[in-house]
């Protein structure tokens, strides 16, 4: 048990659809991360959040938009996907966003249609 | 550009056979090293993490040494279970101008112990 719990753990959407996936930490960390990971691709970071702010969005499309409420929770809503976007969608977090290990969630799969 | 790359991306090996894995990366300009292990449906477990100062990291079976100068690292495995079957992922974390880190993941190799 990694203390980073991920819901859904499988989503299947359509191109029109809105959805959202959540992340949420039992460990007290500060900041928290999305990953993607593509098949066959390394995992690509996409935002960082660090005591609720966003401190880092890598170039990232605005169909994906996060949201931190608070340290312990991360959503990243999703709304016109394309299929090239179906992916592990990885959650973690750190005690500050710094050098420390990362904890990862296991992962939201999303395939979309 | 940092990039990094593991070789080989899938390896299958009897059980009890010690074994290599290996990670290079382009920027030696890195402040640490990690290993992680990926399994189905599980998620990421961090395996080992080597400062640039240091060449090797220890635990357990695992040993992991890092040659900064020539971007390299390998992570040995020893008497190999089945349990051990998963991905085995290297990332290198650099410093960036002006403050914060990024990690720099390579593709992973999938390793298979059989009975």
């Known amino acids: 048990e990694t203390g980073v719990t991920q819901t859904p753990r499988h989503l299947v959407m359509g191109m029109t659809n809105k959805k959202s996936l959540k992340c949420e930490q039992h460990l007290g960390h500060n900041a928290m991360y999305w990953y993607k990971q593509s098949a066959k691709k390394p995992l690509e970071l996409m935002f960082v959040?660090?005591?609720?702010?966003?401190?880092e969005n890598n170039s990232v499309p605005s169909r994906f938009s996060p949201e931190c409420p608070n340290s312990s929770h991360l959503f990243l809503h999703l709304h016109t996907l394309q299929p090239e976007d179906s992916a592990l969608y990885l959650c973690?977090?750190?005690?500050?966003?710094?050098?420390?290990?990362?904890?990862f969630g296991p992962g939201t799969r999303l395939l979309v249609l | 550009k940092q990039e990094v790359t593991q070789i080989p991306a899938a390896l299958s090996v009897p059980e009890g056979e010690n074994l290599v894995l290996n990670c290079s990366f382009t920027d030696s300009a890195i402040y640490n090293l990690q290993w992680f292990r990926q399994d189905p449906g599980k998620g990421l477990t961090s395996l080992l993490l080597i400062q640039s100062s240091q060449r090797e990291q220890t635990s357990g079976r695992l040993n992991a040494s890092l040659d900064k100068s020539s971007g390299r690292s390998t992570l040995y495995i020893a008497a190999s279970q089945p349990g051990d079957s998963a991905t085995y992922l290297c990332a290198v974390r650099r410093i960036l101008t002006g403050g914060g880190n990024k990690l720099t993941f390579g593709t992973g190799t999938q390793l298979k112990v059989e009975l």
């Open positions: 959040y660090n005591f609720k702010e966003q401190t």
């Open positions: 973690a977090s750190s005690q500050h966003q710094g050098q420390e290990t990362q904890y």
